[in-house]
C-alpha cells in the first residue's frame, strides 16, 4: 500500500508537454497514521458502497519495510498499533457509524455507537468494514511486548 513512499518505485507523470518519473520517500514517521479506506464511489446516478472486508492488523505493524535503509537507521520505533478503528454500517446515504477505541489503560476496546458503549474482543474489529483507522506509533518501551 505505501510502497510507492519508498524512494525505489517510479510513477509516471504525464501532462501535454512532456512525461516525467516521479519517486517519493517517507523521511520521518509521524506518531500517529490515519488510513483512509475507500468505500464510497459516485458514478453518474448514485453513491455506491463497497463493502469489502479489508483484513488489517491489530498490532505490531511494522512500518520500517518502506523506509530507506538511512531514513531506517535514524528511526527506532518502526512498530504500530490500531487504537481507533471507524465502521460505517448501512446505506451510503443513510448509514450509521461506529468507533472501536482502545483504552490504552487496561489494554481493552470498547465499540461506541452515539451513547452506547461495549466491551469488543479484538478479533471481531478485523471482521467489520472500516472506513478509517488510526495507528499509534509505539515508544521505546513498549517495543519489547
Known amino acids: 500500500l505505501l510502497t510507492k513512499f519508498n524512494n525505489e518505485s517510479e510513477k509516471e507523470y504525464k501532462t501535454y508537454k512532456e512525461n516525467f518519473l516521479k519517486r517519493f520517500e517517507i523521511t520521518q514517521l509521524p506518531p500517529y497514521l490515519i488510513l483512509y479506506i475507500k468505500r464510497f464511489t459516485k458514478n453518474t446516478f448514485f453513491v455506491e458502497k463497497n463493502p469489502t472486508i479489508v483484513n488489517f492488523p491489530v498490532k505490531n505493524v511494522d512500518f520500517g519495510d518502506i523506509l530507506t535503509p538511512e531514513v531506517k537507521k535514524r528511526h527506532?520505533?518502526?512498530?504500530?498499533?490500531?487504537?481507533?478503528?471507524?465502521?460505517?454500517?448501512?446505506?451510503?446515504?443513510?448509514?450509521?457509524?461506529?468507533?472501536?477505541?482502545?483504552?490504552?489503560?487496561?489494554?481493552?476496546?470498547?465499540?461506541?455507537?452515539?451513547?452506547?458503549?461495549?466491551?469488543?474482543?479484538?478479533?471481531?474489529?478485523?471482521?467489520?468494514?472500516?472506513?478509517?483507522?488510526?495507528?499509534?506509533?509505539?515508544?521505546?518501551?513498549?517495543?519489547?511486548?
Open 76 to 145: 527506532k520505533n518502526t512498530i504500530y498499533d490500531l487504537v481507533a478503528n471507524i465502521v460505517h454500517d448501512g446505506e451510503p446515504s443513510k448509514g450509521t457509524y461506529r468507533v472501536h477505541v482502545l483504552h490504552k489503560g487496561t489494554g481493552k476496546w470498547y465499540e461506541m455507537q452515539d451513547l452506547h458503549v461495549t466491551d469488543i474482543l479484538p478479533q471481531m474489529i478485523t471482521l467489520t468494514e472500516a472506513y478509517v483507522q488510526i495507528y499509534e506509533l509505539r515508544n521505546t518501551s513498549e517495543n519489547n511486548r
